[in-house]
């Protein structure tokens, strides 16, 4: 039974580079949550994201950040022209969203470095 | 607006100690409180999540504990091992909202 997995594990970028993050959930769940934790900071939510759908966005910085979770295949975190301040480990969640619990499983995150 | 704190940032206890660790959170409409634990360099292991209805979880050595009129949650870790050893994050959602909100964490460390 294969838990969240994210990749690359470790991606290296230089500023003004792309940086797209992949994340396939636990088989069976539809539910993907994006997190990031910035050095010495606490996790951060960004994104909610069902099949096909944004539900929650409030997390996500306005500009050069995006997500998507398509009907099929992983779900992809792209940041676009990466600045220093970008460097953090970025975590995905999923959920089966069974009745109310909402539990979520975490995969083993993706660190992103800006030279 | 939900903010979570958890206290002591940092604790070093000896092999076989029982110990607890500490969680507030401001909102007392919390739906679901969730404890974690993070490794370095990894990712995030649930350990016991507990429901709005629910006081307490136990699993293994492990107890967590919610008190939402005082805001509060407690996870217990009974007869500590070096393999305990982690940073211990909890997180909590609000009904309506599907994010956790994450306390900074408890680095423990258990001596040998």
């Known amino acids: 039974n294969a838990g969240v997995m994210q990749n690359p594990r470790h991606l290296v970028r230089r500023r003004g580079q792309e940086a797209r993050l992949r994340c396939s959930p636990v088989k069976g769940h539809s539910h993907v949550y994006w997190y990031r934790q910035l050095p010495e900071e606490g996790l951060k939510f960004m994104v909610y994201?069902?099949?096909?759908?944004?539900?929650?966005e409030s997390g996500m910085p306005k500009e050069r950040f995006s997500a998507e979770f398509p009907k099929e295949g992983p779900s992809i975190l792209r940041i676009q022209q990466v600045v220093r301040g970008d460097s953090a480990a970025y975590f995905c969640?999923?959920?089966?969203?069974?009745?109310?619990?909402?539990?979520?499983?975490f995969g083993p995150g993706t660190r992103l470095t800006v030279l | 607006k939900q903010e979570v704190t958890q206290i002591p940032a940092a604790l070093s206890v000896p092999e076989g100690e029982n110990l607890v660790l500490n969680c507030s959170f401001t909102d007392s409409a919390i739906y679901n409180l969730q404890w974690f634990r993070q490794d370095p360099g990894k990712g995030l292991t649930s350990l016991l999540l507990i429901q709005s209805s629910q006081r307490e979880q136990t699993s293994g050595r492990l107890n967590a504990s919610l008190d939402k009129s005082s805001g509060r949650s407690t996870l217990y870790i009974a007869a500590s091992q070096p393999g305990d050893s982690a940073t211990y994050l909890c997180a909590g959602s609000q009904g309506g909202s599907e994010k956790l909100v994450f306390g900074k964490g408890t680095k423990l460390t258990v001596n040998p």
């Open positions: 994201l069902q099949k096909e759908n944004i539900i929650d």
């Open positions: 969640a999923s959920s089966p969203r069974r009745q109310s619990i909402n539990e979520q499983f």
